[in-house]
Structure formats: structure tokens, C-alpha cells
């Protein structure tokens, strides 16, 4: 029985190590092709770049810093790839299966752990300079470490938090706390909320963002159920969510989200312009945003940390970093264009383009933004206070996706601890189909 | 070499005249060989693929080794809850479009058939969705079927009932998201079928309806005993497209509804997607699309059973 | 008599108001979207429930200019071209030819062929994609032109239309060539291809129609800008953060535009290529 098993399973093998290769080669040109050459027709080093589309300023930015490089570095040319946002992460894993991967790849934080466990990245601590390792961010540092070693570095980190509509607020004297420690609780956020509604004549007045498709929820709502004493794994053993991500204080706090949807606060926000259009009062947003709720609402706007769902407000943190794949081309390279990116200049110039935190001490120091009393401070005060990492597992694809799509049930109004149960079943089921991800 | 050569000999010895490789044997082959190649290597060989995937545990990026599972993908995806929800759903959108549009097209053709001032124009306004791509459609449809009293459907719903229509957020509502969807599928597909089954129309005999006529037959028994009858094999075959479409469903829910609220609108195509695409699970993956082969055979079988026996009657 | 007559008026009558409302319905979102794709953003979604819906207030070129800012549209829609001219001429070629075989030629293992072709008449595409993704990831397949074109070449049902229509044309004139010693490739491209131009253009037609709006395959299979078609690039812009629903118009038109006016030219074709897929049955 055993032997005619391993039999069958050779036989698998064969056909998609051997015949599919074979027919691959006998229909020619996918083979021979060479998807990232090395070397551009004029002899320079390439370096391929895959980066997310982002916002526009940041496209922006990106597209002036890569040019600039280029510029300075005659002999290296960096290829920059845009890459839509929506399945990022299929499209990785698609590349690495084909081994089109590019030398540098930029992806969503908590990727990292998934990407390191398949074999695609290798390590770049020690090809970073020390002083830099030293100056950036200890959320970066943590972000990019897995089994004790730094994989990936951010030029940014992310903020995440309410902004909120002056006018709209003192019209309904609602109290505007000073920072993390004095947030609205959630009892008070939701008198508000009724206040805001009911002075709007019940059109909606919170905008959640649910016009995003993707990461955005489990970075953005992940954060209530920290609030609340749950989380979406077990942090110990990353091998269970059954009683954390379902237990009666992620029930209650999910209870909660449910009824600003029921109770029609939420805005659909389908052109994305429901707060610069002053039409929602409160963005559950992130720093992203800013650059452009700055512009629309000028001294009106305002950051406010997220309601606290009981055990202190919470927000997310990390956002899209680089990584360098296996198959670099030339690593010293790719690592060069990385420097140039962390430079402090370089740093700036992004963060002021997308509002993120910048990854560097020396440039957080720079920045007029991000002082203690500076429009985006709350952003630094929370990286240091009250904002939780997603969980560092190879499984954390699959909870985002689970996320993601129980978020939109509960959105929807089904019941809250049957979404719960059914969301820890599957991240579990996962877990246990990948033998709970063993590392080597 | 040697056994070519041996196997020829033996059969040249059974039938001399029928030598193994003749010159229009290659010539056929040869002929028909570039399609058969395709569909062998783009539609027979991932069929088989599919078959072996499913058996197994494979997810693309995955440094674990391959197992053999058996049937444990199918018990899987056949106890999963989107997944029956998604055969729920592609049933419920056959069973109400397939009439829907078939008879919306035949009604069209008919009433185009007539030899009046603006046919032309009338046929080219129902066919011109048809040349619009499917995603061009749903992003068009997506402001069409905008939440709230600002949302053209909305708001004609609410003109056309004088104001007792309560808005909606058709698409994140289990109960019309669905239809909102099959909706506007008609809407983009039933020029289509109304070109088809105008033609159709066009080969009954003309005669045939005098006869009726001089028999006193009105315009109803004329429609059920000389149209229908006439018709039967373009209406079938516009069944079977559409059947066959309806099952496909695809693109409008991966832009629109992403299978919400509820898996309300999920099909079994995109959670094959989904499941394959977004989330690396390729045996999991191979295993729907089995299933949705066996379905689509299926109901080719039932189709063509049906309408044979509808041909002995006839 | 009489009574006949006022019916009937009464019926044509019925018949315009039925097609005019038909028409309405099938017009509006048409012209939603070309007034759309003149107005300032913020207007679209904000005029959509009024009769102003329908109504240019502040007519402008800018969303149309801002498409070419924002995106490659035409390299879009040159890929989208590329991809579907080179799908329905290869079709043209190779379908055609296979149906000659299996119409006319005798050869041995024509009829298992055959029977391979009809079993897979009624396969829609979508029942091989998930492996057949698998498939072109091993071929080393992504990102290129080939892999939205090779797969969908050999059609079943292309063969199938091609072979209904050669069972028609007269064996004599194939009889007359071979008496001149015309091989049957000579004869296929010199006698039948000339006679089959309305087959040719059937299939032409009915293969355009279904791969122009491509979606599910180019989705899976590309990545960036180089090889995305239309339909995926505008899922894509649909999303691409600032929304503008008025640039979102605008691409919309200036992607369906050129078919339509194509349509327009030549609807005739169009209507009888679509209306003799049905009548082979």
C-alpha cells in the first residue's frame, strides 16, 4: 500500500517536474527568454524593481528618485516595475514560481515572514551600514527581523488614526483629545458618532475606508480587537486563533464596529472623497492620507488617536519595505539604490510627499511634521506607545485574507461570533495544513 | 526506427494496399494538427493536469514537500460554505437569466421581425452593449447602482414608484446584489441572442403562418404552433450558450461585489480563482474546476437528451 | 376587414412603444457614461440621481487629458489590439484549416479527431484556466504577449462553424482542382478560402466579440503595464487611488469608442456573423 502510494506520488512529480517542462521546451520561447537580464544593452548592471502603486505622489516621488539615482550612478540602471496594489501578494508568489522575480522587491510589511519561510528573500543586515542599522526606527528593525535576522527595511513607517473635522466636531461639543492616553473610549465615540449623524440630518459621517479592498482591514481594524484584549493569533506560539480572535472581548468589540454600520454612520465613500468633501466629519485613515486632507481642510483638520475599545487605543503599524530576493543579480547594487532611498534627503522627500513616518531618527529630527507639537507627531507618539506589529508568522497571508473577508461579513451584519468562530477555523485549518509552519 | 519498420511490415502482410503512413494522412494530419495541438496542450493536457492537482496538496510557494491527498480537496471544497453557496448562486442566476434573457431576445427579435420604419435602428441600439467588454460594464453599472437617493437606479426607482422606494446599496445587499448583477448581464448579453434568434426567425416559412391564418388560428396559437415549433433548435442553442454562460460568471463579481456581502454573489468560478490566484491553493483550485467541468458536461448532456427526445416527438 | 386593419395599427402602435422603452433602457447607461466622461469629477456621482445625470453643465476635455496623464492608455489599447488581431487571424488560420480536414479530407484518425474537437465544443475556457495557469507558470509564460494569444488560437467551436459551412460548397468544384493535380493545400487556400469569405468573416466577428473583453486570463497572467489590455487596465484604474469617476468615464469611452464606430460601419457583418453562429444547429 505505502510502496504504490510512493508510487503515484513519483508519478506526480514526473508530470509536473518533467513533462511540463518538456512540453515548456519543445514550445520554445518561454525557456530561453531571459525575463530580468543582468545587463542592459549598453553593459550597465540592472537592477529590477517591483513596487506597489501607491498614491500618486508617492508614484511621483518614486519615479523622480529612481531617475535621480540612475542619474547619479552611470554605471547601474534601476527598472522600475509598478505593480497594482489589489493581489500584490498572488503576483509574487506567481513570479517566484516562475522565477521572474525582480532583484529588489517592495511588498507590505507583514509579508516578510511568508516570503522568508518560502526561501525567496536573503538576509541584507550585514550589507547595510552600521550607522545606518543604528538610525532607523526600532518598529522597522522589528518589522524586518525574522529568526533573528533583518531581511527587509522601510524608508517609512505607517500611521494610522482618526482625522477629524474641526468645525464639525465643536458644532456638536465633542471634547478633541490631547494624545494616545486620553482617546475617546468607545462609549464616548459613540455619542459622538450619534451627535455628528444627527446633526448631518443622518446622512453618514464616519468614513472607514471601505472602499479599500486588501490590507487595509486587518491593518486598520485589527488594531480594535488589541484594543478590546483580543488579537487575531496567539503571539506566544503563533500556532492557534480559536479563543483569541473569537473569544467574548473580540465579540464585543466586533459587536460594536457592527452597529456603526447598522446605525448607516458609515459612508461608502465610493469615489474616496467623503471627508475632503467634508461630507464625512471623522477618517479612520492613515498617513497616506494626510497630504491631501491637509490641502482640502487647512487648519480644520485634525489627527486624534482611535476610540479605546477597554484596554488602552491601539493602532496599526508597518508598512511597504524592501526586500532583496535570492535571485539578485547584482546585491550590491540593489543595496546601493536601498542607501540612496534611506537617505535622510531621500527619506524626507517621500514622507512629505505620502505623510508616512519617516524611518530615520535623523530625518524624524528634520521634519517639521513629525516634532512632538508638529501636525503628525501623534503618528510618533503611537509608534513608541500604542502601536501593535501584525502577527510575524508565514501564515499571516491567509489571516489577512480571513480578515478581510470577515471583516466584510460582519460589515454586512451577520452574526458577529459565527464570523468570528468561522474566521479562527479557517486561519487554524491553515496553520495545520502547513504542519504549522516548521522552520528550517 | 526498427519497430516502425517491423509494424509496418506486419500490416503491410494483413492488408497490402493500406500502407501505415499514406500521403493523405499526413496531408490530414498535418492540416488539422496545428488546432488539435492547441487544444490538446491548452485544453486537454490542463484538463488532465487538473484531475492530478486535485489529488494532491500542492500550493504554489509552499518549501513543504507535495502529498498525495485523494479526495480530501473534494470533501473540502464540497463542505465548504462559499463554495456550495457559490453552486447556490450560479443555479439561482442560470434559472432566472437563462428564461429571462431568452425570452427578452426572442421578444425583441419578434417584434423587429415586423417590417417597420427604424429597425435597423433598433437592432443596432439593443446589439451595441455587445461590443462594450464585460469590465467596461460593471464599472459603468458600478455608479449606475450607487447607494443612496444619489444613485441613478435609486433615484429612477424612487421617480417611477412616486417616492416610496427606499434607496439601497444594491450591491452590498444579500438580497439585490445578485439581481443587480444579473441585470446588467442581460443588459450587456441579450442583443446577442436577439441577433440569433431574429435570424431563426427569418428561416420560418412564411407560408406556414398563411396556412394558420386561413385556418383561423389568432396571433397567440400562431406564436405557440408556427413560431415555437420553427424556432426550436435557435432557441435551444441560445439556451445552451446562455446556460453555459451563466455558469462562467466571472468578471462582474470579481470587479463589483468580490463575491459579498455574504458570498451573496460568489460563483464557482471565482472562488476557483480566488482560491488559486489570490491565495496560492492550486489543488484546492484544480479541485473546483473539476467540479465545474462536471457541470458544464453535465448539463451539455442533459441538453442534448432534452432535445433529442423533443425531436422524436417532433 | 376592417377590424383587422385597427388592430393592426393598434399593434404597431404597441410594438414603438415597447422598443422605445427597450431602447431607453439599453441607451441610458451608454450615455451616462459618454456625459460622464465630460464633467468634472466631483459631479459625476453627484449629478447620477438627477435628471442632470443626462445633461453636460460644464463640458470639458480635462478627464481625457488626465487618462493620458495617468496611465499608458495607449499602450493598453495598442496590447489590447495586438493580443485580439493576432487571436482572430491565427483562429482564422489554423480553425479553418483543421475544419477542411475534417470536412473534406480522408485521413485515418480523422474521426477520433474529430470526436476530440465536438467533446470539447461546449468547454468554456474558464474550465481549464486554474490549471492551466499552473501550466504557463511552468512554461515561464508570464508577462508576455504570447501567453494571452496561443492558448485561445485553436478554437473548437471556430473549427466547428468553419466545418458546417465547407460541408455546404459543392464537391464538384474541389474535383475540378484535383483533376488539375491541385493538392488539397493548393486547393484550400486558392479554391475554398475565396468561396468561405463570409465564414471568415463569421468567425472573424464571433472570435473578436469574445476575446476583446478578456479579463479573467490577462488578470492571473499579468502583472504591469507592458502586456495589460484594456478590460484589466481599466478594472485597474477603476482603483487607482485618486478616484475620479470622470476620468474613469473617459477611459471608458475612448475604449469602447472604436469598436463601437466599428460596429456602426460595418453592423450588417457584425449582425449576420452573430445571427449564422446560431443557425448551424
Known amino acids: 500500500m505505502t510502496r504504490r502510494f510512493h508510487n503515484r506520488k513519483l508519478w506526480v512529480r514526473l508530470f509536473l517536474r518533467a513533462v511540463l517542462p518538456g512540453m515548456a521546451a519543445a514550445f520554445g520561447f518561454g525557456c530561453g527568454r531571459e525575463l530580468q537580464p543582468a545587463y542592459d544593452e549598453e553593459g550597465r548592471r540592472l537592477v529590477h524593481v517591483w513596487v506597489h502603486s501607491g498614491q500618486a505622489a508617492e508614484r511621483e516621488t518614486l519615479r523622480a528618485q529612481v531617475a535621480a539615482f540612475n542619474e547619479a550612478n552611470p554605471a547601474v540602471r534601476v527598472r522600475k516595475t509598478v505593480v497594482p496594489e489589489g493581489d500584490y501578494n498572488a503576483r509574487v508568489q506567481a513570479a517566484a514560481l516562475s522565477g521572474d522575480l525582480p532583484d529588489l522587491l517592495e511588498f507590505d510589511g507583514p509579508f516578510l515572514y511568508n516570503y522568508v519561510w518560502q526561501g525567496h528573500l536573503q538576509p541584507i543586515g550585514a550589507l547595510l551600514s552600521e550607522s545606518l542599522r543604528q538610525d532607523l526606527l526600532p518598529s522597522i528593525i522589528e518589522q524586518g527581523t525574522f529568526d533573528g535576522e533583518l531581511y527587509s527595511v522601510g524608508v517609512f513607517d505607517s500611521g494610522l488614526g482618526l482625522y477629524a473635522d474641526r468645525r464639525r466636531l465643536e458644532g456638536v461639543g465633542a471634547r478633541v483629545p490631547e494624545g494616545v492616553a486620553d482617546a475617546w473610549s468607545v462609549d464616548e465615540f459613540d455619542e459622538i458618532l450619534a451627535a455628528l449623524s444627527e446633526a448631518a440630518g443622518g446622512r453618514p459621517v464616519l468614513d472607514l475606508k471601505v472602499n479599500y479592498t486588501g490590507e487595509w482591514y486587518c491593518y486598520a481594524f485589527s488594531p480594535v480587537l488589541q484594543s478590546a484584549g483580543a488579537d487575531l493569533i496567539d503571539r506566544e506560539t503563533y500556532a492557534r486563533a480559536d479563543g483569541v480572535l473569537n473569544g467574548p472581548e473580540a465579540v464585543a468589540a466586533m459587536t460594536r464596529l457592527q452597529t456603526w454600520f447598522a446605525r448607516g454612520y458609515v459612508h461608502p465613500n465610493i469615489d474616496d472623497a467623503a471627508f475632503v468633501q467634508r461630507d464625512a466629519a471623522l477618517s479612520w485613515s492613515g498617513h497616506w492620507d494626510y497630504p491631501r486632507y491637509a490641502e482640502a481642510l487647512g487648519e480644520d483638520l485634525l489627527l486624534l488617536p482611535l476610540p479605546d475599545f477597554g484596554e488602552g487605543s491601539r493602532t496599526g503599524q508597518g508598512s511597504w519595505n524592501w526586500g532583496l530576493t535570492r535571485r539578485a543579480h547584482h546585491p550590491e547594487a540593489a543595496v546601493a539604490f536601498l542607501e540612496f532611498l534611506l537617505r535622510p534627503e531621500e527619506v524626507l522627500r517621500m514622507t512629505d510627499a505620502n505623510g508616512a513616518v519617516p524611518a530615520r531618527r535623523e530625518a524624524i529630527a528634520r521634519s517639521g511634521l513629525f516634532r512632538e507639537e508638529g501636525p503628525l507627531g501623534l503618528f510618533v507618539e503611537q509608534l513608541e506607545n500604542s502601536a501593535v506589529p501584525r502577527p510575524a508568522t508565514p501564515g499571516y497571508p491567509v489571516i489577512t485574507a480571513v480578515f478581510e473577508s470577515g471583516f466584510q461579513d460582519i460589515r454586512d451584519g451577520a452574526d458577529v461570533q459565527a464570523v468570528l468562530d468561522r474566521m479562527a477555523r479557517r486561519i487554524d485549518e491553515d496553520i495545520a495544513d502547513n504542519q504549522g509552519y516548521p522552520r528550517r | 526506427m526498427g519497430k516502425q519498420t517491423e509494424g509496418r511490415e506486419r500490416r503491410e502482410s494483413e492488408n497490402p494496399a493500406k500502407p501505415v503512413l499514406r500521403v493523405r494522412d499526413v496531408q490530414g494530419l498535418g492540416m488539422a494538427g496545428p488546432a488539435l495541438a492547441g487544444l490538446l496542450v491548452f485544453v486537454a493536457v490542463p484538463f488532465v493536469m487538473a484531475l492530478i492537482l486535485s489529488g494532491t496538496n500542492l500550493r504554489m510557494g509552499s518549501p513543504l514537500e507535495t502529498r498525495f491527498v485523494g479526495i480530501d480537496q473534494y470533501l ?239 | 376587414m376592417n377590424r383587422r386593419h385597427s388592430s393592426g395599427w393598434v399593434s404597431l402602435a404597441a410594438s414603438y412603444a415597447i422598443l422605445l422603452i427597450c431602447a431607453g433602457i439599453f441607451v441610458l447607461p451608454i450615455a451616462f457614461m459618454i456625459v460622464a466622461s465630460f464633467k468634472p469629477d466631483e459631479l459625476v456621482l453627484r449629478e447620477a440621481g438627477t435628471w442632470r445625470a443626462l445633461i453636460l453643465s460644464e463640458a470639458s476635455l480635462d478627464n481625457y487629458g488626465a487618462v493620458f496623464e495617468r496611465v499608458s492608455f495607449v499602450r493598453y489599447f495598442i496590447n489590447s489590439v495586438f493580443i485580439t488581431g493576432s487571436i482572430v487571424l491565427g483562429g482564422l488560420l489554423v480553425n479553418s484549416m483543421a475544419a477542411y480536414a475534417f470536412a473534406r479530407m480522408q485521413w485515418r484518425g480523422r474521426n477520433l479527431c474529430f470526436g476530440f474537437v465536438l467533446i470539447l465544443l461546449i468547454l468554456p475556457f474558464e474550465a481549464i484556466a486554474v490549471p492551466l495557469f499552473y501550466q504557463i507558470i511552468e512554461f515561464g509564460w508570464r508577462n508576455t504577449y504570447h501567453v494571452q494569444i496561443i492558448p485561445f488560437i485553436a478554437n473548437a467551436f471556430s473549427v466547428y462553424l468553419f466545418y458546417s459551412f465547407f460541408l455546404q460548397i459543392p464537391r464538384e468544384m474541389e474535383e475540378a482542382a484535383a483533376m488539375d493535380g491541385a493538392g488539397p493545400w493548393r486547393t484550400f487556400f486558392t479554391l475554398i478560402v475565396p468561396l468561405a469569405k463570409p465564414a471568415f468573416a463569421t468567425v472573424a466577428i464571433l472570435s473578436f466579440l469574445m476575446h476583446w473583453g478578456n479579463y479573467l486570463w490577462p488578470l492571473m497572467v499579468v502583472d504591469y503595464d507592458a502586456y495589460r489590455p484594456l478590460p484589466v487596465a481599466i478594472a485597474e484604474f477603476q482603483t487607482l487611488p485618486p478616484i475620479q469617476w470622470g476620468d474613469i468615464m473617459a477611459f471608458g469611452v475612448m475604449m469602447v469608442l472604436p469598436v463601437l464606430l466599428v460596429f456602426l460601419v460595418f453592423q450588417r457583418g457584425f449582425v449576420q456573423g452573430v445571427a449564422s453562429s446560431g443557425m448551424k444547429n
Open chain 2, 76 to 314: 473540502r471544497v464540497l463542505g465548504d460554505e462559499a463554495f456550495r453557496r457559490a453552486l447556490v448562486n450560479n443555479s439561482v442566476f442560470a434559472l432566472v437569466v437563462v428564461p429571462l434573457q431568452t425570452a427578452l431576445a426572442l421578444g425583441l427579435a419578434l417584434l423587429l421581425h415586423r417590417k417597420m420604419k427604424g429597425r435597423v435602428l433598433f437592432r443596432t441600439l439593443f446589439f451595441m452593449p455587445v461590443v462594450f467588454p464585460m469590465a467596461l460594464v460593471a464599472v459603468v453599472w458600478q455608479v449606475l447602482l450607487a447607494p443612496g437617493p444619489d444613485g441613478l437606479l435609486n433615484s429612477l426607482l424612487g421617480v417611477l414608484s412616486f417616492g416610496a422606494w427606499v434607496p439601497r446599496d444594491f450591491l452590498r445587499d444579500p438580497h439585490f446584489a445578485l439581481p443587480a448583477i444579473m441585470l446588467m448581464s442581460v443588459w450587456q448579453g441579450v442583443g446577442f441572442q436577439m441577433v440569433i434568434m431574429l435570424a431563426g426567425r427569418q428561416g420560418v416559412p412564411e407560408h406556414l403562418y398563411e396556412a394558420a391564418a386561413v385556418e383561423g388560428a389568432g396571433s397567440w396559437r400562431q406564436f405557440l404552433h408556427v413560431t415555437l415549433p420553427g424556432m426550436r433548435n435557435t432557441i435551444f442553442f441560445v439556451v445552451v450558450v446562455t446556460t453555459i454562460l451563466a455558469f462562467r460568471l466571472f468578471d462582474q463579481v470579481d470587479i463589483l461585489t468580490q463575491g459579498g456581502p455574504q458570498n451573496a454573489t460568489t460563483t464557482v468560478m471565482y472562488e476557483a480563482v480566488r482560491t488559486t490566484f489570490a491565495e496560492a491553493r492550486v489543488a484546492r483550485g484544480a479541485a473546483m474546476t473539476v467540479i465545474f467541468f462536471l457541470i458544464v458536461v453535465a448539463l451539455a448532456w442533459a441538453q442534448r437528451k432534452l432535445m433529442r427526445e423533443e425531436r422524436e416527438i417532433a
